[in-house]
Protein backbone atom coordinates (compact mmCIF):
# COMPACT_ATOMS: atom_id res chain seq x y z
CA UNK A 1 0.00 0.00 0.00
CA UNK A 2 1.01 3.60 -1.25
CA UNK A 3 -0.70 5.40 2.02
CA UNK A 4 -2.90 6.68 -0.76
CA UNK A 5 -6.43 5.54 -0.75
CA UNK A 6 -9.35 6.43 -2.85
CA UNK A 7 -13.43 5.61 -3.17
CA UNK A 8 -15.28 4.71 -4.50
CA UNK A 9 -13.23 1.86 -6.36
CA UNK A 10 -15.74 2.00 -9.08
CA UNK A 11 -18.54 4.32 -10.16
CA UNK A 12 -21.02 4.55 -13.00
CA UNK A 13 -23.01 7.61 -12.98
CA UNK A 14 -25.57 9.42 -15.83
CA UNK A 15 -24.50 12.48 -17.39
CA UNK A 16 -27.12 14.16 -14.89
CA UNK A 17 -25.88 13.26 -12.03
CA UNK A 18 -23.62 14.77 -9.12
CA UNK A 19 -21.39 12.53 -7.79
CA UNK A 20 -17.58 13.37 -5.55
CA UNK A 21 -14.70 11.20 -5.84
CA UNK A 22 -12.21 10.82 -2.22
CA UNK A 23 -8.67 11.04 -1.97
CA UNK A 24 -7.11 10.18 1.61
CA UNK A 25 -3.31 10.33 2.11
CA UNK A 26 -1.82 8.97 5.57
CA UNK A 27 1.77 10.02 4.63
CA UNK A 28 1.76 13.61 6.05
CA UNK A 29 2.53 15.08 2.78
CA UNK A 30 1.63 18.49 1.78
CA UNK A 31 0.64 18.50 -1.79
CA UNK A 32 -1.82 16.46 -3.30
CA UNK A 33 -2.94 15.88 -7.25
CA UNK A 34 -5.62 14.91 -9.47
CA UNK A 35 -4.63 13.04 -12.54
CA UNK A 36 -6.59 11.10 -15.44
CA UNK A 37 -5.70 8.38 -17.14
CA UNK A 38 -7.72 7.45 -20.32
CA UNK A 39 -6.65 3.99 -22.25
CA UNK A 40 -3.54 4.98 -24.85
CA UNK A 41 -3.20 7.97 -23.70
CA UNK A 42 -0.77 9.81 -21.04
CA UNK A 43 -1.50 10.75 -17.40
CA UNK A 44 -3.18 14.38 -17.80
CA UNK A 45 -2.59 16.20 -14.61
CA UNK A 46 -5.87 17.57 -13.91
CA UNK A 47 -5.39 19.87 -10.49
CA UNK A 48 -2.27 20.48 -7.83
CA UNK A 49 -2.89 21.50 -4.36
CA UNK A 50 -0.47 22.79 -2.18
CA UNK A 51 -0.70 23.38 1.62
CA UNK A 52 -4.70 23.27 0.46
CA UNK A 53 -4.00 26.18 -1.81
CA UNK A 54 -4.97 25.48 -5.49
CA UNK A 55 -1.13 25.84 -7.59
CA UNK A 56 -2.75 24.60 -10.91
CA UNK A 57 -5.52 23.94 -13.26
CA UNK A 58 -4.55 22.74 -16.58
CA UNK A 59 -7.33 23.87 -18.56
CA UNK A 60 -9.89 21.49 -16.84
CA UNK A 61 -13.62 21.78 -17.98
CA UNK A 62 -15.60 23.47 -14.77
CA UNK A 63 -17.94 20.21 -14.64
CA UNK A 64 -15.10 19.08 -12.69
CA UNK A 65 -14.55 20.36 -9.27
CA UNK A 66 -11.70 20.00 -6.63
CA UNK A 67 -11.91 20.83 -3.10
CA UNK A 68 -9.09 20.41 -0.78
CA UNK A 69 -10.60 20.95 3.11
CA UNK A 70 -6.80 20.21 4.74
CA UNK A 71 -3.72 18.71 3.83
CA UNK A 72 -4.68 15.29 3.89
CA UNK A 73 -8.29 15.14 1.99
CA UNK A 74 -8.85 15.64 -1.79
CA UNK A 75 -12.00 15.84 -3.54
CA UNK A 76 -13.07 15.76 -6.92
CA UNK A 77 -16.67 16.81 -7.61
CA UNK A 78 -18.56 15.63 -10.58
CA UNK A 79 -21.37 17.09 -12.39
CA UNK A 80 -23.10 17.19 -15.95
CA UNK A 81 -20.52 14.87 -16.91
CA UNK A 82 -19.58 13.81 -20.57
CA UNK A 83 -19.21 9.46 -21.98
CA UNK A 84 -15.69 11.10 -22.64
CA UNK A 85 -14.98 11.72 -19.10
CA UNK A 86 -14.83 8.02 -18.56
CA UNK A 87 -11.38 6.88 -17.53
CA UNK A 88 -9.41 6.39 -14.59
CA UNK A 89 -8.86 8.99 -11.62
CA UNK A 90 -5.60 9.08 -9.88
CA UNK A 91 -5.29 10.76 -7.01
CA UNK A 92 -1.53 11.19 -5.97
CA UNK A 93 0.62 13.21 -3.32
CA UNK A 94 4.22 14.23 -2.41
CA UNK A 95 5.74 15.53 0.34
CA UNK A 96 5.82 19.63 -1.29
CA UNK A 97 4.98 20.70 -4.98
CA UNK A 98 8.29 22.43 -5.03
CA UNK A 99 10.65 19.53 -5.27
CA UNK A 100 13.36 20.64 -3.31
CA UNK A 101 12.25 18.18 -0.24
CA UNK A 102 11.36 15.81 -2.02
CA UNK A 103 9.35 15.46 -5.64
CA UNK A 104 8.64 11.30 -5.20
CA UNK A 105 4.65 11.33 -6.22
CA UNK A 106 2.52 7.98 -4.54
CA UNK A 107 -0.43 7.33 -6.45
CA UNK A 108 -3.78 5.68 -5.17
CA UNK A 109 -5.42 2.91 -6.71
CA UNK A 110 -7.80 5.23 -8.70
CA UNK A 111 -11.28 5.43 -8.98
CA UNK A 112 -12.83 4.00 -12.15
CA UNK A 113 -15.70 6.38 -13.49
CA UNK A 114 -18.18 5.33 -16.03
CA UNK A 115 -20.41 8.23 -17.55
CA UNK A 116 -23.49 6.58 -19.61
CA UNK B 1 5.57 22.17 -23.19
CA UNK B 2 7.67 19.03 -22.70
CA UNK B 3 7.19 16.06 -24.76
CA UNK B 4 7.70 12.54 -23.55
CA UNK B 5 7.66 9.59 -25.97
CA UNK B 6 8.02 6.19 -24.71
CA UNK B 7 8.57 2.70 -26.68
CA UNK B 8 7.59 0.15 -27.53
CA UNK B 9 4.50 0.41 -26.22
CA UNK B 10 4.13 -3.80 -25.92
CA UNK B 11 6.87 -5.85 -24.94
CA UNK B 12 6.92 -9.81 -24.47
CA UNK B 13 10.26 -11.38 -23.02
CA UNK B 14 10.63 -14.91 -21.70
CA UNK B 15 11.38 -15.59 -17.67
CA UNK B 16 14.85 -14.72 -17.21
CA UNK B 17 15.03 -12.75 -20.34
CA UNK B 18 15.95 -9.05 -20.20
CA UNK B 19 13.95 -6.23 -20.83
CA UNK B 20 14.20 -2.79 -22.34
CA UNK B 21 12.04 0.55 -22.12
CA UNK B 22 12.82 4.04 -24.18
CA UNK B 23 11.56 7.19 -23.28
CA UNK B 24 12.98 10.37 -24.64
CA UNK B 25 12.30 14.37 -24.07
CA UNK B 26 12.22 17.37 -25.62
CA UNK B 27 12.73 20.09 -22.79
CA UNK B 28 16.10 20.53 -21.73
CA UNK B 29 15.21 21.86 -18.17
CA UNK B 30 13.93 18.56 -17.34
CA UNK B 31 15.58 17.55 -14.15
CA UNK B 32 13.73 14.42 -12.70
CA UNK B 33 12.78 11.29 -14.33
CA UNK B 34 10.80 8.80 -12.51
CA UNK B 35 9.82 5.38 -13.47
CA UNK B 36 6.24 3.51 -12.71
CA UNK B 37 4.96 0.26 -12.18
CA UNK B 38 1.13 -0.26 -12.85
CA UNK B 39 -0.25 -3.25 -12.01
CA UNK B 40 -4.13 -4.06 -12.88
CA UNK B 41 -6.29 -2.65 -10.62
CA UNK B 42 -3.81 -0.52 -8.71
CA UNK B 43 -2.30 3.16 -9.50
CA UNK B 44 1.23 3.72 -10.27
CA UNK B 45 3.87 2.90 -8.01
CA UNK B 46 7.22 4.29 -7.92
CA UNK B 47 10.01 2.07 -8.79
CA UNK B 48 13.39 3.57 -9.80
CA UNK B 49 14.20 7.60 -10.55
CA UNK B 50 16.87 9.27 -11.66
CA UNK B 51 17.94 12.86 -11.59
CA UNK B 52 19.86 14.76 -14.35
CA UNK B 53 22.97 14.83 -12.15
CA UNK B 54 23.29 11.24 -12.75
CA UNK B 55 23.92 8.80 -15.38
CA UNK B 56 22.74 5.88 -13.97
CA UNK B 57 21.03 4.10 -11.11
CA UNK B 58 20.82 0.55 -9.80
CA UNK B 59 18.41 -1.18 -7.67
CA UNK B 60 18.49 -4.91 -7.78
CA UNK B 61 17.65 -5.98 -10.82
CA UNK B 62 16.37 -3.21 -12.56
CA UNK B 63 18.41 -0.18 -13.44
CA UNK B 64 17.72 3.22 -15.41
CA UNK B 65 20.09 5.19 -17.95
CA UNK B 66 20.18 8.62 -18.36
CA UNK B 67 21.45 10.84 -21.66
CA UNK B 68 21.22 14.21 -21.11
CA UNK B 69 22.85 15.23 -24.35
CA UNK B 70 20.36 12.88 -25.97
CA UNK B 71 17.25 13.26 -24.25
CA UNK B 72 16.68 10.10 -23.85
CA UNK B 73 16.41 7.38 -20.33
CA UNK B 74 16.03 3.75 -20.37
CA UNK B 75 14.48 1.15 -17.80
CA UNK B 76 16.49 -1.86 -17.61
CA UNK B 77 14.67 -4.98 -16.00
CA UNK B 78 17.30 -8.06 -15.61
CA UNK B 79 16.40 -11.45 -15.13
CA UNK B 80 12.62 -10.99 -15.92
CA UNK B 81 9.88 -13.33 -13.81
CA UNK B 82 5.86 -13.44 -14.05
CA UNK B 83 5.14 -11.08 -11.29
CA UNK B 84 7.54 -7.82 -13.56
CA UNK B 85 3.97 -8.40 -15.76
CA UNK B 86 2.80 -4.68 -15.93
CA UNK B 87 2.52 -1.52 -17.45
CA UNK B 88 5.44 0.32 -17.05
CA UNK B 89 5.45 4.57 -17.40
CA UNK B 90 8.02 6.41 -17.81
CA UNK B 91 7.91 10.48 -16.71
CA UNK B 92 9.88 13.69 -17.09
CA UNK B 93 9.67 16.52 -14.55
CA UNK B 94 10.27 20.44 -15.93
CA UNK B 95 10.04 23.43 -15.13
CA UNK B 96 7.26 24.54 -13.03
CA UNK B 97 7.38 21.60 -11.42
CA UNK B 98 5.37 19.53 -14.16
CA UNK B 99 5.52 15.99 -14.47
CA UNK B 100 5.00 14.66 -18.27
CA UNK B 101 3.97 10.77 -18.41
CA UNK B 102 4.90 8.02 -21.74
CA UNK B 103 2.10 6.32 -23.17
CA UNK B 104 2.85 3.17 -21.16
CA UNK B 105 4.42 0.17 -21.71
CA UNK B 106 2.71 -2.95 -21.17
CA UNK B 107 5.74 -5.93 -20.30
CA UNK B 108 4.64 -9.47 -20.17
CA UNK B 109 7.04 -11.61 -18.91
CA UNK B 110 6.29 -15.40 -20.29
CA UNK B 111 6.87 -18.24 -17.98
Known amino acids: ETGVTQTPRHLVMGMTNKKSLKCEQH?????MYWYKQSAKKPLELMFV???????ENNSVPSRFSPECPNSSHLFLHLHTLQPEDSALYLC???????????????FGPGTRLLVL | GENVEQHPSTLSVQEGDSAVIKCTYSDSASNYFPWYKQELGKGPQLIIDIRSNVGEKKDQRIAVTLNKTAKHFSLHITETQPEDSAVYFC??????????FGTGTSLTVIP
Open chain 1, 27 to 31: LGHNA
Open chain 1, 49 to 55: YSLEERV
Open chain 1, 92 to 106: ASSQDFSGFVSETQY
Open chain 2, 91 to 100: AARTRGNQFY
